[in-house]
């Protein structure tokens, strides 16, 4: 017994030598003399800890590049309750204006004890909104004459406004099913089980792509509307975000403020994108991150996105406990509120506010000349010093805003739909995505409805061969 116990504990030495990392090259040579069943349990014990440590052994494996669920912490309970505030108005849906069919309901006895009842004359209303059990797509036969002109010596015949070309599909099944892809980020194989189960329309995915190619280039004016509207106004968000074209990482880049929203897929995330964008100097106000790419740009004005850095400072909280960075932190955590609460204010205008927001800027202005050793401090000073004439413009500019939400909300529906539909498989693919989300997206920030509007377009450049100019209507003007 002492002898086994004796070479047990041996083995359990060594065993824990390779898992330590400290396993000599005689406690290897000593391994291989206790024979080759020692050798297996060695093996075995090793790779069941691994195993455990890589998360293997309890939890399924995670895709490269994602980090795993069950080490993710969990969120903070939300510091606000969801809804309205109280004291809110409440709402609830208008009543329909109209109403296609009535129908009475009477008990023939009563549904309790099952005994005759006395009529009366009471009654009362309840509305139904439903949708009918067949629906159909309408099929319209065109019978279209040709007749001969004796000047032009040949045949003409008329132009069906309802539909492209050669197209069996009209504008309205077109617009619908790209609205559905490019505006609500819906799948192709999802849309086609719409059309199949609910429309009872068959289509294969080649068919509904050529389609959209086609609306696309016919909407290509309204893209460049956009885009210029966007580079004369007087203030725009801008984001980005990474993309897929042909398994080659590319880039969409977001361009948006309260009434356009221009997206463009790229290949660089750098100045030659923003350049292909620019074309001319831009003299409006730039909301954007820290992306050093922006600097390019040569705006008159430019706005840093507070959201950001104050997330930074959150994120370096954790893993700097310095008195150093402590300090840095919350003095500049305190002049970025102290700024948002100033621009917060009901009766805020930069005439009226003009001492504060100077006090404002002169405390930044001491705060760059601080001096420290400390790493994340001298970061952050550097960036704030490259942008010191950025971070407070939105004191300066009653349409600017003081962070670059709105750019990301912009963003996120493209975010969506990459996931769901794992980007494009062609240029062409990706030049119709960025033609359609900007178009889709820009109706809906100007109120207008996409189906009814892209449809008028396309009848009327059916007629007259172009489209009529972006409509200007807003949510403001509703």
Not at 172 to 199: D, M, Q, S
């Amino acid at each position: 017994m002492g002898h086994q116990d004796t070479l047990s504990s041996s083995l359990n030495a060594i065993i824990e030598a390779i898992l330590n990392g400290t396993c000599t090259k005689e406690q290897s040579l000593q391994l291989a003399r206790l024979g080759p069943e020692a050798v297996q349990l060695a093996v075995l014990a090793a790779t069941d800890t691994i195993a455990q440590l890589k998360g293997q052994a309890s939890h399924p494996s995670t895709p490269s590049a994602q980090r795993p669920v069950y080490t993710k912490p969990n969120k903070n309970r939300r510091k606000t309750k969801r809804g309205a505030k109280p004291g809110h108005p409440a709402t609830r849906r208008k009543t329909p204006e109209r109403i296609d069919r009535q129908e009475e309901h009477r008990c023939d006895v009563c549904p309790d004890c099952g005994g005759p009842l006395q009529r009366c004359n009471r009654t009362r209303k309840r509305i139904l909104e439903d949708i009918p059990k067949d629906i159909e797509t309408e099929i319209t036969e065109h019978t279209i004459h040709r007749d001969y002109c004796p000047h032009c010596k040949k045949h003409v015949e008329p132009v069906v406004p309802d539909a492209l070309p050669k197209a069996s599909l009209g504008h309205r099944f077109v617009c619908f099913t790209a609205w559905l892809h490019y505006g609500l980020g819906v799948t192709l194989a999802h849309i086609k089980a719409i059309l199949g189960c609910h429309l009872h329309t068959v289509l294969s995915s080649g068919g509904l792509l050529s389609m959209w190619y086609r609306l696309a280039e016919v909407l290509a004016d309204w893209y460049e509307q956009i885009g210029q509207q966007a580079r004369d106004s007087g203030h725009l968000h801008a984001d980005e975000t990474g993309w897929r074209v042909s398994g080659r990482t590319h880039w969409l880049w977001c361009f948006a403020n309260g009434r356009v929203c221009y997206y463009m897929i790229d290949r660089s995330r750098g100045s030659p994108a923003l350049q292909r964008f620019f074309t001319t100097l831009f003299e409006g106000v730039l909301i954007t991150d820290f992306w050093a790419a922006y600097n390019s740009v040569g705006a008159v004005l430019r706005q840093c996105c507070h959201a950001h850095l104050l997330r930074e400072l959150e994120k370096t909280d954790q893993a700097n406990g310095s008195e150093a960075w402590r300090a840095f932190s919350k003095t500049l955590r305190r002049l970025i509120k102290d700024a948002i609460r100033l621009r917060r204010r009901e009766n805020f205008t930069p005439d009226r506010y003009a001492r504060r927001i100077d006090r404002i800027e002169r405390r930044l202005a001491q705060l760059l000349e601080h001096a420290t050793d400390d790493t994340d401090v001298n970061r952050l000073l550097k960036r704030l010093r490259r942008h010191q004439g950025d971070l407070f413009t939105f004191l300066h500019r009653m349409d600017v805003a003081y962070d670059n939400n709105f750019a990301e909300r912009q963003i996120r529906p493209a975010v969506v739909l990459r996931k769901n539909s794992q980007c494009n498989h062609s240029d062409k693919g990706a030049a119709t995505q960025a033609v359609m989300m900007s178009v889709y997206q820009t109706l809906k920030l100007r109120g207008l409805n996409p189906l009814d509007t892209i449809v008028t377009a396309m009848t009327q450049y059916m007629k007259t061969g172009q489209l009529p100019p972006l409509p200007e209507k807003t949510v403001a003007d509703q």
